[in-house]
């Protein structure tokens, strides 16, 4: 069975470009999570859908960041413009769950995201 | 408000057990996770535990749960190489997503 996927696996862009993270979730799951993960703050929840609607975006750190979630089975993670501060691993996760259900997140693999 | 922590290294040798440990603010979260993440690759679902249970057994993992003092432990009997990863504590949170430690790096020695 495919798992969660993301692309691509590494970014290197210079600062002010546009970048764009992409997610599959497994089929059949109706919530996807993004996080994004650093040395200093560890792993941070980003934003949060369910049933492709934003549940949860107080994680999202400014008005650069944007997520779209257009179908069950596609989401974005977009960043205009790219700052050096924003490179991190990107994972997303996805789940059949929602509210306080035991259905485990199944994570991506992630983005590396290098911003110079 | 919602913090879960952990001790952010352990080291032990191959054969011996490993005790990982994690304390949690939110007395209402209903289930509480253990993740396994390796080099270069995503977070693993290791466990989960119930908060109305005390005890969890899976093969090598056994996952102990204090919910007077909000403490959670993994173990992992007979530790081998392969096992060498950073583990992950989460809690529940309040809008259905996950709070996660910042991970404790078991390094395994021969």
């Known amino acids: 069975d495919a798992g969660v996927i993301q692309s691509p696996r590494h970014e290197v862009t210079e600062m002010g470009q546009e970048v764009t993270l992409r997610c599959k979730p497994i089929s059949g799951h109706n919530s996807l999570f993004w996080y994004r993960q650093t040395m200093m703050r560890g792993l941070e929840l980003l934003i949060y859908f369910n049933n492709n609607v934003p549940i949860d975006d107080s994680g999202m750190p400014e008005d650069r960041f944007s997520a779209k979630m257009p179908n069950a089975s596609f989401s974005t993670l977009k960043i205009q413009p790219s700052e050096p501060r924003d490179s991190a691993v990107y994972f997303c996760?996805?789940?059949?769950?929602?509210?306080?259900?035991?259905?485990?997140?199944?994570f991506g693999d992630g983005t590396r995201l290098s911003i110079l | 408000g919602e913090d879960v922590e952990q001790s952010l290294f352990l080291s032990v040798r191959e054969g011996d057990s490993s005790v990982i440990n994690c304390t949690y603010t939110?007395?209402?979260?209903?289930?509480l996770y253990w993740y396994k993440q390796e080099p270069g690759a995503g977070l693993q679902l290791l466990t989960y535990i119930f908060s109305n249970m005390d005890m969890k057994q899976d093969q090598r993992l056994t996952v102990l749960l204090n919910k007077k003092d909000k403490h959670l432990s993994l173990r992992i009997a007979d530790t081998q190489t392969g096992d060498s990863a950073i583990y992950f504590c989460a809690e529940t949170g309040s809008q259905g997503n996950l709070i996660f430690g910042k991970g404790t790096k078991l390094s395994v020695k021969p």
């Open positions: 939110d007395s209402s979260s209903t289930y």
């Open positions: 996760a996805s789940s059949s769950g929602t509210g306080y259900s035991n259905q485990p997140q199944h």
